[in-house]
């Protein structure tokens, strides 16, 4: 279920369902999480303090 939920949470165009109870997990949890990005993660370590 963790699995499903961060697979779901992390999409940006499509999921499929295969019965109405997936539709409405998909629905409920859909693009909802930020992507992680390492090469953004590397440029907000070195960036410099805002003045």
Known sequence: MR???STVGHAQSFVGA???HAGAFIRAHF???K??????GIADKY???AI
Do not use: D, F, I
């Open 47 to 49: 960036k410099p303090p």
């Open 3 to 5: 699995q499903n939920r």
């Open 31 to 33: 693009g909802g999480r």
């Open 35 to 40: 992507r992680y990005s390492v090469t953004q």
């Open 18 to 20: 295969r019965n109405a």
